[in-house]
C-alpha cells in the first residue's frame, strides 16, 4: 500500500528555535497533505491541509505565521515550528487522503517534538 | 458538542472478555466511517471501515446506524495485544474527523 515517510520521528530543542519536519510520499503523489496535532489523551487535531502548488488553509485557532507549511512538490510536504515554545511541545503526524471514500488514510510515522 | 463524540474510558476487561465501544457523530451528512487503532506514541492504524449492514473482521464487528448517528466496535475474545486506543473516525468529504478515542486494557 500507499507510504508515507515522516522525519523525524523525534526531536528535542530549544525555546525560540525552528523545527522543520518532513512528510514524503513514497510511491504515490499527494497533492494533498494533512498536518495534525496530538496532545497527551487528546484526540488527533488537524491543523492545517497543504495543498501542492498553492497556500496551505490553516484550521481555525492555528497561527499560520508560527506553522509555516510547504508543499512544493507532489511528493514532499514540510511543517515548520518557528520560535518554539515548550506549549507546542505535541506528537505532529502527517497524512496523505487516499481518493476513495471508503479506504484508509496515510499516515507518516509521526513526530514528538519536546521544546526545553 | 464536538463532531464526533466517544467515552475516553479506560476500559479494564480480563482476557477473554467482550468489549463494545460507542461513538456518536453529529453531521448527518458524514460519508464514511471508520475505526482506527492508535498504540502509544504511535501513527493510527485502520482497524475496519464500518458500513451501515454492518462487518465483521475475525474478532471484531462494527455498526452504523445513520439513522442515529451511532457507531459501535465490539471486540470478542480480548487479547493482551487488543490493549491500545480506539478512535472513532468520521470522513466529511476529505477531511477525517476524529474522536478523542477510547483507552483499553486488556489485562492477564
Known amino acids: 500500500g500507499a507510504v508515507v515517510s515522516q522525519h523525524p520521528s523525534r526531536v528535542i530543542c530549544k525555546s525560540g528555535t525552528s523545527v522543520k519536519i518532513e512528510c514524503r510520499s513514497l510511491?504515490?503523489?499527494?497533492?494533498?497533505m494533512f498536518w495534525y496535532r496530538q496532545f497527551p489523551k487528546q484526540s488527533l487535531m488537524l491543523m492545517a491541509t497543504?495543498?501542492?502548488?498553492?497556500?496551505?488553509?490553516?484550521e481555525q485557532g492555528v497561527e499560520k505565521d508560527k506553522f509555516l507549511i510547504n508543499h512544493a512538490s507532489l511528493t514532499l510536504s514540510t511543517l515548520t515550528v518557528t520560535s518554539a515554545h515548550p506549549e507546542d511541545s505535541s506528537f505532529y503526524i502527517c497524512?496523505?487522503?487516499?481518493?476513495?471514500?471508503?479506504?484508509?488514510?496515510?499516515f507518516g510515522q509521526g513526530t514528538r517534538l519536546t521544546v526545553v | 458538542r464536538k463532531e464526533v463524540e466517544q467515552d475516553p474510558g479506560p476500559f479494564n476487561v480480563p482476557e477473554g472478555a467482550t468489549v463494545a465501544f460507542n461513538c456518536t457523530y453529529s453531521?448527518?451528512?458524514?460519508?464514511?466511517f471508520f475505526w482506527y487503532r492508535q498504540d502509544c506514541r504511535k501513527e493510527p492504524k485502520l482497524l475496519m471501515s464500518v458500513y451501515s449492514s454492518g462487518n465483521e473482521d475475525g474478532r471484531f464487528t462494527a455498526q452504523l446506524n445513520r439513522a442515529s448517528q451511532y457507531i459501535s466496535l465490539l471486540i470478542r475474545d480480548s487479547k493482551l495485544s487488543d490493549s491500545a486506543t480506539y478512535l472513532c473516525?468520521?470522513?466529511?468529504?476529505?477531511?477525517?474527523?476524529w474522536g478523542l478515542g477510547t483507552s483499553l486494557a486488556v489485562n492477564p
Open positions: 497524512s496523505a487522503p487516499s481518493e476513495g471514500w471508503n479506504t484508509e488514510a496515510f
Open positions: 497543504s495543498n501542492e502548488g498553492s497556500k496551505a488553509t490553516y
Open positions: 510511491d504515490f503523489q499527494a497533492t494533498t
Open positions: 453531521n448527518s451528512a458524514s460519508q464514511s
Open positions: 473516525v468520521v470522513r466529511n468529504n476529505r477531511k477525517l474527523i
